[in-house]
């Protein structure tokens, strides 16, 4: 297969050493949708690709991580999540470990008209974290690493964590979709607003929920 200038690119990336920097917000590559994966890359450097983005999410410490985000515009993302929060907050939150898994071409719609509305943040956005109002449920579509079709149902958090990363895949951060005054420093979530349910951080800072949220 003839290189290309995306296969170059991602060549002279996985050359760089890992774990690979993140790029932050005010990069246009986290702007504009991602090219979907057709062929682009040889089979071996996808799967290089993909370990790279394991091992840079598993540093950051993340649970999800999208191609953009690593400066490469392809519709591509990892997730995992050991899920490690107390017994209350995986009961309010619906946040279920989740294993490791590479998404291709992924895409998602609502399954019913259930939301829910929690504290998120993005590793292109350091420090802070903001309410965003999402999906409790959703179908997603996409390829897994061998071109498998995968066709399954998220809730709770790791639906979340779906729409987070396919929005990444859209030119979409996840403070487009946040409400403003719930905004926060990463330290007064931790201080101040790690309560299972942001319903606390309404009513100090002065922003509403959605009635199921
Ligand atoms: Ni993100």
Known sequence: MPSTPLSDHVEALLTSGLPLPIVAAGDPVLRRPAEPVDG???????????????????????????????????????????????????????????????????????????????????????????????????????????????????????????????DHLNGTLYLDRAEPRSLASTQSVRERWAQPTPHLAAKELGFSLPESG
């Open 40 to 166: 682009q890359l040889p089979d071996g450097l996808l799967a290089r690709l993909a370990e790279a983005m394991r091992v840079t999410m598993r540093a950051a410490p993340g649970v999800g991580l999208a191609a953009p985000q690593i400066g490469v515009p392809l519709r591509l993302a990892v997730v995992e999540d050991a899920a490690t929060v107390s017994d209350e907050v995986r009961a309010a939150r619906g946040r279920l470990p989740q294993p490791f898994r590479v998404l291709v071409n992924p895409s998602y719609e609502a399954v019913g008209e259930g939301s829910a509305a929690f504290y998120e943040g993005c590793l292109s956005v350091p420090g802070y974290q903001a309410v965003v109002t999402r999906h409790e449920r959703v179908r997603l579509r996409a390829l897994d690493e061998l071109g498998r079709p995968v066709d399954e149902e998220f809730a709770g958090w790791p639906a979340r964590i779906v729409q987070h990363e396919t």
